[in-house]
T-cell receptor, first 112, second 114 residues
C-alpha cells in the first residue's frame, strides 16, 4: 500500500516558469489537500478537494491552481513561479471530515 | 475562528526524562484535535487524535495527550524520552468547516540530549 505519493521530491524553477506538482493516493480517500510548510509558520492550506470534480480554496491559494478529475489524483499547478513560492509542499488525503490526514513525503521547491 | 498556539518553539530534554509539549487552542465549539510528528525530510505522521470521546488520549510511541476544556489545552506528554523522539511536533485543530480545513500550530522542535 503506497499511501500518498508526491513527485518530484525536489525541483528548482526560475521566476516565471510553470510546473505541476503531482499527488496520488491509493486509499480511495475522498478528501485531498495541499499545504505549504515554511519555517516558523507550521503548515498552511493552499487548496483542498472533497471529491472528484470539487475543489475549494484554502488559506493561501494565490498563485496556485488545482483540479480533481479522479479520486486518486490531485495535482497542484504553479502557472508563473515566484520566489515567494519557495517552500516545501505537502499533499494529504483522508477518509472523511474528522478523519486524520495521511501525508506524502513532500516536494521541496526552490524558485530563483 | 479556530486557532492553535504551541507555546514553545523549541524544547530540549535529556534521554530518559519526561517530555511536555504545550498546545492551547481556540474554538467556538467542541473541536477535534490532533498531534502530528515530522521527522527530518519526512512527511507528517499522526501521533494521536481527540474527537470528544475520552479526554486522555493515548497515541503511538508512548505519547499521550489530555484534552482540558476549562484550560483550552491539549498538551502532549511522554514519561521517558528516547533519542528517536527528536523531531518537529505539530498541534492541529479541525475547523468548523470540517472538510479537512485544518489549522496547524507553528510547531515545536524537540531535541533529545544523550
Amino acid at each position: 500500500n503506497a499511501g500518498v505519493t508526491q513527485t518530484p521530491k525536489f525541483q528548482v524553477l526560475k521566476t516565471g516558469q510553470s510546473m505541476t506538482l503531482q499527488c496520488a493516493q491509493d486509499m480511495n480517500h475522498e478528501y485531498m489537500s495541499w499545504y505549504r510548510q515554511d519555517p516558523g509558520m507550521g503548515l498552511r492550506l493552499i487548496h483542498y478537494s472533497v471529491g472528484a470534480g470539487i475543489t475549494d480554496q484554502g488559506e493561501v491559494p494565490n498563485g496556485y491552481n488545482v483540479s480533481r478529475s479522479t479520486t486518486e489524483d490531485f495535482p497542484l499547478r504553479l502557472l508563473s513561479a515566484a520566489p515567494s513560492q519557495t517552500s516545501v509542499y505537502f499533499c494529504a488525503s483522508s477518509y472523511g471530515t474528522n478523519s486524520p490526514l495521511h501525508f506524502g513525503n513532500g516536494t521541496r521547491l526552490t524558485v530563483t | 475562528a479556530q486557532s492553535v498556539t504551541q507555546l514553545d518553539s523549541h524544547v530540549s530534554v535529556s534521554e530518559g526524562t519526561p517530555v511536555l509539549l504545550r498546545c492551547n487552542y481556540s474554538s467556538s465549539y467542541s473541536p477535534s484535535l490532533f498531534w502530528y510528528v515530522q521527522h527530518p525530510n519526512k512527511g507528517l505522521q499522526l501521533l494521536l487524535k481527540y474527537t470528544s470521546a475520552a479526554t486522555l488520549v493515548k497515541g503511538i510511541n508512548g505519547f499521550e495527550a489530555e484534552f482540558k476544556k476549562s484550560e483550552t489545552s491539549f498538551h502532549l506528554t511522554k514519561p521517558s524520552a528516547h533519542m528517536s523522539d527528536a523531531a518537529e511536533y505539530f498541534c492541529v485543530v479541525i475547523t468548523i468547516q470540517g472538510a479537512q480545513k485544518l489549522v496547524f500550530g507553528q510547531g515545536t522542535r524537540l531535541t533529545i540530549n544523550p
